[in-house]
């Protein structure tokens, strides 16, 4: 049987810089389990509750979403809480990845569809982690603080199904729903990232094609 090569799902990268002293020190953090299984489950567990999910917090400096800078504060969106999980896994040789996807949020705050002029949010970020000899989907997105608000129940994760957005509300009501996926990927796509976000909100950029961040700012 040819073996497979995870040595790009298990590396560090100029964003996922999980060998960074500040990293180092949060990779101490969550409660080791007894098995590889146990482990995967239990630092999904860890940065789902840990960070706070926060759509607003949007950066596309190098320097300002490598995952060493994004664990030095308390709160992240979906794509820095993906790649902050993938930097805990491959740190305990769990290969990992991240996946992309373009999303329609059914409740979503009012000011960030206001600001978004939709309910469309792309790119959504998830991550993938090679358990059981198969890839497994999880999303750590959404705390169980912000879930409690939104009447939905925490999005949890097993190692063994794939586990995405909430379908539905706890009252049967629309939630999440998956529009188009994109692939995944050993690092973060910066310039895929950035032209999904350019082709989606252009009211967001200046005349020169910048990132306006005070329009997000509260």
């Known amino acids: 049987m040819e073996q497979k090569d995870f040595s790009e799902y298990l590396s560090t990268t100029e964003i996922i810089d999980f060998q960074h002293a500040d990293f180092q020190s949060y990779s101490e953090r969550w409660d080791r389990g007894s098995t590889v299984l146990e482990n995967a489950v239990n630092i999904y ?14 950066r596309f400096e190098v320097e300002k979403v490598r995952i060493s800078n994004i664990v030095k504060g308390d709160r992240g969106h979906c794509i820095d809480k993906a790649m902050v999980f993938i930097g805990l896994c491959r740190k305990e040789g769990l290969p990992a990845r991240l996946g992309l996807a373009r999303v329609q949020n059914h409740m979503g705050t009012e000011r960030l569809e206001a600001i978004l002029q939709t309910n469309v949010l792309v790119p959504h970020g998830y991550a993938e982690v090679y358990l059981e000899d198969r890839w497994v989907k999880c999303t750590p997105a959404f705390n169980k603080e912000l879930c409690d608000k939104l009447g939905v129940e925490p999005l949890e994760f097993n190692g063994t199904d794939d586990s995405v957005f909430q379908a539905y509300d706890r009252e049967g009501g629309d939630f999440m729903q998956y529009l188009e996926d994109y692939g995944g990927f050993a690092d973060l796509p910066r310039e895929l990232v950035f032209d999904l976000f350019q082709k989606e909100y252009p ?7 910048q990132f306006r961040s005070d329009l997000l700012k509260r």
Not at 203 to 209: E, K
């Open 45 to 58: 567990n860890f940065v789902r509750d840990d960070l706070m999910y926060d759509p607003f917090n949007i």
């Open 203 to 209: 009211h967001l950029l200046d005349d020169q094609g």
